[in-house]
């Protein structure tokens, strides 16, 4: 997935029209396709969690780190104690996996999920990063087993994660990152975090219609939901809790795919069941 960047001007014959000369830069997303079918929901956060594990290892090969050394909160989402960087604060890597068909695993910096510039540090992590996956063509995710990866290259306009358009929908839940308080309820209480997460990610405000939820442990809540913009927005989108490892990623909803969790159980405040059948099957115009 790379992109180039104008350095200047190429030599040209006099009189002719000067050719902007470009060179590769590390690119924005690093995405790789896996062999096999589409994934289930659980596997795609699991593959999420995998290929973090993967990627903190090879970086602390590429910086010669022992195993009790840290690592910059860049990579790992930890500060130097050990502690997990402050909610809210999102300067460090996002792992996913896109269901597919085709599967692929992705690694988002957070300028790119934020829409905004990277940072000069920012920068320097991602050549970094760019080393340690030299080389890396397979993903060992314990129980599920060995993936090999094959590079992709440069997405499409199209595409379900990186593409732009005004429609997008859940492909994992979406986990708040706090609980509701006594007495909310539940889907205004989602639309609330999900309209607030997309702000926070330099979003245009969305239209929001969960299309089914459930009550967990503690009072937490899971949702699925469809997003419409005022006008097109580029991707990744990924929201919530749980966004860096995998959870809260939305798909372009142009691109025909079953919403993952459809059968997401839902217990207490979920869309009516035939208005979320409704919902899944809506033309996207």
Known sequence: MERSETIGHAPTAKGATPLPATIATPPAVHGFILDGPALAPALCLRLAGALRRAVMARVRDTLGLGPQDGLPAFFCGHQSDGAPVRPGHHDHLFFLADPGPPARVLIVPPSHAEHRPPSP?????????????????????????????????????????????????????????????????????????????????????????????????????????????????????????????????????????????????????????????????????
């Open 121 to 285: 540090e920012e920068c320097g992590h991602r050549e970094t990063l760019v080393k340690a996956l030299a080389g890396m063509t397979h993903l060992i995710a314990g129980a599920d087993g060995v993936f090999t990866l094959h590079t992709q290259d440069r997405p499409s306009p199209a595409d379900p994660v990186l593409g732009s358009g005004l429609y997008w929908r859940s492909a994992t839940a979406f986990h708040p990152p706090r609980h509701p308080k006594r007495g909310d309820d539940p889907q205004a209480f989602l639309t609330a975090l999900i309209a607030k997460e997309c702000l926070a990610r330099a979003l245009p405000l969305p239209a929001i219609k969960i299309i089914s939820l459930r009550r967990g442990a503690r009072d937490g809540l899971a949702a699925l939901a469809h997003l419409t913009f005022p006008k097109p927005v580029s991707g990744p989108i990924l929201l919530g809790r749980d966004a860096h490892r995998g959870g809260g990623v939305f798909l372009l909803g142009a691109v025909r795919r079953p919403l993952a969790e459809e059968g997401l159980p839902s217990r207490e405040g979920s869309a009516d069941s035939n208005d979320s059948r409704s919902a899944r099957n809506e033309p996207i115009i």
